[in-house]
């Protein structure tokens, strides 16, 4: 079935670092991407909407200049969390849908649990 | 605008029962599907069921059923035979929609 890669699952960080978080799609093609933040005992928020070989789209209230995605094929999303501070802390979860059109599930990552010092 | 509701932050369950989780959704489409995923303590989402709206029968997968009522637009969850494994998040899903609501922590009591 269709696989999605997240690397790496845990980054600790000191503040004002930049860290990128990887999404792929290892047996499948992916134009579309989503990018997910998850704080403790809450839902996922969708941040945003990675398409390839165009911007993303963000999602009401997401900083994209904070949060920068790159989808720069179509097996790879990036987000990158630029000068992390410690309320950037949280759990990143990204995901992709299988080919075949909108009524797919989504296949996730196992996500990115980010800690900021 | 919110497309899917989950109207039980939490629920509770003893090992073996059954217990059944609340969704009801609106969508202007005529043809769709409905997910259920599961996010146990590990994180990880897992997709446990999904029901094509244009079946009349409710899906089934093991011990996880759909109560699928189009009408009412309402998809609930029943988990049979309750296990200490089934303690997780529950979110149901519109795919036209990538926004989750709320979800549901069940908690499952030895």
């Known amino acids: 079935g269709a696989v999605v890669s997240q690397h790496p699952s845990r980054v600790i960080c000191k503040s004002g670092t930049s860290v990128k978080i990887e999404c792929r799609s290892l047996?499948?093609?992916?134009?579309?991407m989503f990018w997910y933040r998850q704080f403790p005992k809450q839902s996922l928020m969708l941040m945003a909407t990675?398409?390839?070989?165009?911007?993303?789209?963000?999602e009401q209230g997401v900083e994209k200049d904070k949060f920068l995605i790159n989808h720069a094929s179509l097996t790879l999303s990036t987000l990158t969390v630029t000068s992390a501070h410690p309320e950037d802390s949280s759990f990143y979860i990204c995901?992709?849908?299988?080919?075949?059109?909108?009524?797919?599930?989504?296949?996730f990552g196992d996500g990115t649990r980010l800690s900021i010092l | 605008a919110q497309t899917v509701t989950q109207s039980q932050p939490e629920m509770s369950v003893q090992e073996a029962e059954t217990v059944t989780l609340s969704c009801t959704y609106d969508?202007?489409?005529?043809?769709?599907?409905l997910f259920w995923y599961k996010q146990p303590p590990s994180r990880q989402m897992i997709l446990v069921i999904r029901?094509?709206?244009?079946?009349?029968q409710n899906a089934t997968e093991n011990r996880f059923s759909v109560n699928f009522q189009k009408a009412a637009k309402s998809f609930s969850l029943k988990i049979s035979d309750s296990q200490l494994g089934d303690a997780a998040m529950y979110f149901c899903?519109?795919?036209?929609?990538?926004?989750f609501g709320a979800g549901t922590r069940l908690t499952v009591k030895p």
């Open positions: 029901q094509e709206a244009y079946k009349q």
């Open positions: 047996d499948f093609q992916a134009t579309t």
């Open positions: 969508t202007s489409e005529s043809d769709y599907y």
């Open positions: 995901s992709a849908k299988s080919p075949g059109g909108g009524n797919q599930p989504q296949h």
């Open positions: 990675s398409n390839e070989g165009s911007k993303a789209t963000y």
């Open positions: 899903a519109l795919p036209e929609d990538m926004r």
